[in-house]
C-alpha cells in the first residue's frame, strides 16, 4: 500500500488543501470578526482596501512581513524565535483528522477519504495534541525575559490546565454517545440524530471550554492589556507578532471544526433532511459546504461573545473553571453514561432521551446557583 505513488500523491495534495485552507481562513476570519463587530457596534467596520474591504487581510500581511522586528536583548534568542512557531503548529496538524466530508468519494478513478488521515482513535489524537499548544506561549512569555510576558505565559498554563479537565470530560461524553473513538464514527451516530440535541449541556460546556483553550474574550487573561502590557507577546513585532495571531485564528477554525463534527453532525446534513434529495449519502459535494456553514455559524458565536462579555478577573476565571465547570462536566458525563447504560440494559431506547431532560435540569440547578452567589455578594458590597 506505501508502494502506491498515487496514496502518496492523495496525501500530499489533501495536505496542500488543508494548509492553504486554513491560511486563507486566517486571512478572511480577521476581515469576517471586524465586519461582525463593526454590526454589532454600530461601526463600518474595514471598508477601504477592496470592495467591502476584502483586501483588508493582504495590506495586514504586507504591513506586517516589512514591519521591523525587534529581539530584547537578555532575550533567550533561540525560543524567542521558535515559540511562534511552536505555539501554530499544532492549530495546522489538528486539522489532519477532521473529516470534511465522506469517507469513500469516487475522484479521478479511484476512491478518496475527505479527510487527510482516518484514524480510530481520533479524539485521543484531538486531546492530546490540543493540550501541547499553550507550550508555545509559555515559552514565549519565559524567553522574552520581561516580567509581565512571563505573567502572561503562566497565567495561560493556569488556564489550560483548569479547563483541560473539563474539555476532556466533554470527549467522554461523545465517545460514551458514539461507542467509538473515531470521528468518522461519531459523525455517522448522528443521522439521525445531532449530539447536541441529546446533550445540550455538555454541547454549550464544550464551546465555553473551547473559548478558554484558545484564549479567546472573555477568556483572555494571558494577554490582558490593562494589566500585562499585552501578556506574553509583549515583546514580539513583525510576522513573528502575526504567527501567534495566526494561531489564535486557525484554532478559533479548528475548535469549530472539532464542535462541529463532535456536537453538530459534522458534514452530515440536518437530521430531518437525511431521506431527502439533500442528503449527503446522495450528493456526497454537499457535505464540505454543509461542514462550511456550521463553522461559520460557531465562528459568529465566538465573534458575539468577544462583543458582549466583558473580560472575567482572573480568579474568577479560575473559580468558574474549578468550582463550576469540572463538577459540572462530572455530573453530565455521570448522565450521559447512566443514560446510555439504561437504554442498553432495558433494551429501551427511550432511556436515551433521560440524558437531555436531566442535564437540562442540572445546568438549570447550576445557573441558579451561579445567580445566587453574585446576588449574595451584590447586598453584601451593598
Known amino acids: 500500500m506505501l508502494s502506491d505513488w498515487t496514496l502518496w500523491l492523495e496525501w500530499f495534495i489533501k495536505s496542500l488543501v488543508i494548509i492553504f485552507m486554513l491560511l486563507g481562513g486566517f486571512a478572511y476570519l480577521t476581515w469576517y470578526e471586524r465586519r461582525a463587530l463593526a454590526r ?10 477592496g470592495p467591502f474591504g476584502l483586501l483588508q487581510p493582504i495590506a495586514d500581511a504586507i504591513k506586517l512581513i516589512f514591519k521591523e522586528e525587534f529581539v530584547p536583548a537578555k532575550a533567550d534568542k533561540f525560543l524567542f524565535f521558535w515559540a511562534p512557531v511552536i505555539t501554530m503548529v499544532p492549530s495546522i496538524i489538528l486539522a489532519a483528522i477532521s473529516p470534511f466530508g465522506p469517507r469513500n ?13 482516518d484514524i480510530n482513535v481520533g479524539v485521543l489524537y484531538l486531546m492530546s495534541i490540543a493540550s501541547i499548544a499553550v507550550y508555545g506561549i509559555v515559552l514565549a ?41 473515531s470521528l468518522y464514527e461519531i459523525v455517522d451516530r448522528q443521522a439521525n440524530m445531532w449530539f447536541a440535541v441529546i446533550q445540550p449541556v455538555g454541547a454549550v460546556v464544550f464551546l465555553i471550554v473551547t473559548l478558554a483553550e484558545i484564549n479567546r474574550a472573555p477568556f483572555d487573561m494571558p494577554e490582558a492589556e490593562q494589566e500585562l502590557t499585552a ?12 504567527l501567534f495571531f495566526m494561531a489564535e485564528y486557525q484554532k478559533m477554525i479548528v475548535i469549530s471544526l472539532m464542535a462541529a463534527t463532535l456536537f453538530f453532525g459534522g458534514y452530515r446534513e440536518f437530521w430531518f433532511l437525511r431521506d431527502t434529495i439533500l442528503s449527503v449519502d446522495r450528493l456526497w459535494w454537499l457535505g464540505p459546504i454543509y461542514l462550511f456553514i456550521k463553522v461559520v455559524v460557531l465562528l459568529f458565536w465566538m465573534i458575539w461573545i468577544r462583543a458582549t462579555w466583558p473580560r472575567l478577573r482572573y480568579d474568577r476565571l479560575m473559580s468558574f473553571g474549578w468550582k463550576i465547570l469540572l463538577p459540572l462536566s462530572l455530573a453530565i458525563a455521570f448522565i ?12 429501551n431506547p427511550l432511556w436515551i432521551w433521560s440524558i437531555p431532560v436531566v442535564s437540562v435540569l442540572v445546568g438549570t440547578f447550576t445557573v441558579a446557583m451561579i445567580y445566587r452567589e453574585l446576588r449574595r455578594r451584590a447586598y453584601e458590597r451593598a
Open 336 to 347: 450521559t453514561a447512566a443514560g446510555v447504560l439504561l437504554a442498553e440494559e432495558l433494551n
Open 141 to 181: 512569555g519565559w524567553s522574552s525575559n520581561n516580567k509581565y510576558a512571563m505573567l502572561g505565559g503562566l497565567r495561560s498554563s493556569a488556564q489550560m490546565i483548569s479547563y483541560e479537565l473539563s474539555l476532556g470530560l466533554m470527549f467522554v461524553t461523545t465517545i460514551i454517545l458514539a461507542d467509538s473513538m
Open 105 to 117: 468519494v469516487p475522484l479521478f478513478g479511484r476512491e478518496v477519504s475527505l479527510a487527510l488521515a
Open 231 to 242: 501578556g506574553y507577546h509583549s515583546e514580539y513585532s513583525g510576522m513573528k507578532f502575526a
Open 40 to 49: 454589532i457596534q454600530t461601526r463600518v467596520g474595514p471598508n477601504r482596501a
